[in-house]
């Protein structure tokens, strides 16, 4: 009898200390789940932050100086001519599509300085590095590449695919 009673007191310890491993187990797979991981460090969102902030006062520059070429000289200005004739038809032609290219060049840059700004967002708001499709991370190469980047690349070729 007493052989049993320790085999029994034996099993109910196994049992108790597998019950207690399994607790212990699940606690810390809730702990995971509940706090999210972060995807940078403090240094290297300010480094994006710092890299942005710099491609922004570069593109503003240059939209600047486009501006300032393109918008307020007039053609006679443009073309190199200041006597009072008027301009051949085809320097006209010529000077009216290098407006309209640079006008274009300044479209597209205040087009990412818009991007830039919602990438400063996004890292204020701690969402800085997922993509916004699929809320996967995006590869730091393509960040390192395109810092204001907000899908993944499998997602941004759903996108252009899309748009074709």
Do not use: W
């Amino acid at each position: 009898m007493k052989k049993k009673s320790s085999q029994r007191k034996k099993t109910t310890k196994k049992k108790a200390s597998k019950a207690k491993k399994t607790t212990a187990k699940k606690k810390t797979i809730k702990k995971k789940f509940k706090k999210k991981k972060k995807r940078f460090l403090k240094k290297e969102l300010n480094a994006y932050r710092e890299k942005l902030l710099n491609l922004k006062d570069d593109l503003m520059k240059q939209i600047q100086e486009i501006s300032d070429e393109s918008l307020r000289k007039s053609q006679q200005e443009a073309s190199g001519d200041i006597s009072a004739y008027s301009l051949h038809l085809a320097d006209r032609a010529s000077d009216s599509y290098e407006r309209d290219f640079n006008l274009g060049l300044v479209s597209s840059e205040r087009r990412i300085v818009m991007e830039i700004d919602e990438a400063l967002k996004r890292i204020d708001e701690k969402q800085y590095g997922f993509c916004q499709m699929c809320k996967k991370p995006i590869a730091k190469r393509r960040l390192d590449a395109i810092p204001y980047a907000r899908y993944g690349t499998k997602c941004q070729k759903k996108i252009e695919e899309e748009e074709r």
